[in-house]
């Protein structure tokens, strides 16, 4: 499997990984799989971090990424797709990810129940 990992699930991947479910922590363990990380997601919680409403590691990213995630830019098509999707979330970050999923043939993880609304392959963090 192709693994797009939402923010929450990269925040509970680092700091609370019994947060996830026992089936999603074996599939990112799995080394059969690839695991993304998207380049808005770092910023998302770059942001968050900057505001004082979220603590992680200031190294988090570039770990992940020694341990084997991909790093996974945002480009044109990725932007574009975004803007074409059902108004049924109006957070820019997720419809981001979205819009990335669908572009590159990604599962979604995630539980946010916004995103589970949309027609992207997800699966339950």
């Known amino acids: 499997m192709r693994l797009l990992l939402d923010s929450h699930v990269v ?3 680092a700091v609370y990984p019994g947060r996830l479910r026992t089936g999603t922590r074996d599939a990112i363990i799995s080394p059969e799989n690839e ?3 998207s380049a808005a997601s770092v910023w998302e919680l770059g942001l968050k971090i900057a505001r004082g409403k979220l603590a992680l590691p200031g190294d988090y990213a570039p770990r992940l990424l020694a341990h084997g995630f991909e790093e996974l830019a945002v480009n ?3 932007a574009a797709r975004s803007t074409t999707l059902p108004p049924l979330h109006g957070d820019p970050f997720d419809r981001l990810l979205i819009a990335q999923a669908l572009e ?3 599962m979604l993880v995630t539980s946010d129940q916004a995103i589970l609304r949309y027609d992207v392959p997800t699966m339950e963090a």
């Open 35 to 37: 695991i993304f990380l």
């Open 104 to 106: 590159e043939g990604l």
């Open 76 to 78: 044109i098509t990725h």
């Open 11 to 13: 925040v509970w991947w």
